[in-house]
């Protein structure tokens, strides 16, 4: 059975299980392993606290996204259908894995600031 999304342990168990479909995706996987050459150890980490920081509120997070993906932009262009493909990715780890009120907090958040992103990052 499905639970929510408790605590930090949840939330490491749901952005690897991301970030592992993201290094094969043949839509948007080359903008992270080709273009950005993401080191992992480095970003799974930032992920954690990001996300740790948007469900539980811990302040833990002090990074600067819309900046990181202008720059991404800038070496490889990003679009909307990236930007759709990426939320869609997203939401079906989360429902393939946890159900609740903070697992459908993190779909709904993760949309908006998607949105907010293509509008500040590709327009
Ligand atoms: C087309 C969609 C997207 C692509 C291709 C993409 C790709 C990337 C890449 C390559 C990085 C940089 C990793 C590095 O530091 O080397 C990054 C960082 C990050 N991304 Fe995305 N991203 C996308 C959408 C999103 C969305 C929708 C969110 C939030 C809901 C998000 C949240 C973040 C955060 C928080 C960071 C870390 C920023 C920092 O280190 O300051 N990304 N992304």
């Not at 639970?3 to 991301?18: G, M, P, S, W, Y």
């Not at 939401?91 to 993190?106: I, M, Q």
């Amino acid at each position: 059975m499905r639970t929510d999304i408790r605590n930090k342990e949840d939330i490491k168990i749901l952005v690897d299980a991301f970030y592992n479909k993201i290094k094969t995706d043949g839509s948007i996987g080359y903008l992270f392993t080709d273009v950005a050459i993401v080191n992992w150890e480095k970003h799974l980490p930032i992920m954690y606290d990001f996300w740790d920081n948007i469900l539980f509120h811990t302040g833990n997070f002090d990074g600067n996204p819309m900046m990181k993906h202008r720059l991404l932009n800038e070496k490889s262009t990003l679009t909307e259908t990236h930007f759709l493909h990426w939320t869609k990715l997203w939401k079906k780890t989360v429902d393939d894995l946890f159900e609740g009120e903070k697992a459908n907090e993190v779909k709904i958040r993760a949309k908006n600031i998607s949105k907010a992103m293509m509008n500040k990052v590709i327009t």
